[in-house]
């Protein structure tokens, strides 16, 4: 079934307004993944603000060309699907990578942050990062240590003061 110019226009204008949202993007292949799977990590991405697009190869290189990205989509294998990440630069990258985990048809080809565009490596290794969270809670945990440690060792030293003249009154006794 042929699309209407007027249809592409339209895809490639959503595209591009979508491109001009986004924080990050991940690129996927998803051939051979059924209707119900694609419909599962749809759900995914959009609980953590992120959305899937799928459209022809040339109608997305079209609309990353009409925003000056270089980069060049029909280099990329299988069938194309645009994950955009709108919340943050990370989210869309661990939700893909989380899902491929279980579903090895969706394969992930590579994805554009702060416009560079990176392999599959380096999306993974960003996908693998600890979460915003986890961070923020390993510093509060950094930054508290040493409050925490100072108090142990107060509290350690005023219960030897108090054992010390505990033993002094029992001796005096």
């Known amino acids: 079934m042929a699309i209407t110019k007027e249809k592409k226009q339209e895809i490639i204008k959503e595209l591009g307004e979508k491109i001009d949202k986004q924080k990050s993007v991940v690129f996927i292949d998803y051939a051979g993944t059924s209707v119900k799977d ?20 040339t109608l997305i290189n079209r609309a990353f060309e009409e925003k000056k990205m270089d980069l060049n989509i029909r280099d990329l294998g299988g069938q194309v699907g645009v994950v955009f990440g709108y919340e943050d630069e990370v989210s869309s990258s661990k939700n893909v990578y989380e899902f491929s985990k279980t579903h090895e048809t969706v394969k992930i080809l590579g994805g554009l942050l702060e416009g560079n565009f990176y392999g599959v490596s380096d999306i993974v290794k960003i996908a693998e990062l600890p979460s915003r969270e986890q961070l923020l809670g390993g510093l509060i945990g950094t930054l508290n240590a040493p409050i925490s440690n100072f108090a142990y060792v107060l ?19």
């Not at 694609?38 to 190869?57: F, M, P, V």
């Not at 509290?155 to 006794?173: A, C, E, N, P, Y």
């Open 155 to 173: 509290s350690g030293t005023l219960s030897q003061f108090v054992q010390v003249l505990s033993q002094i009154r029992d001796r005096k006794q």
């Open 38 to 57: 694609l419909s599962l990590l749809r759900k995914g991405l959009r609980q953590s603000g992120n959305e899937l697009k799928i459209a022809k190869k």
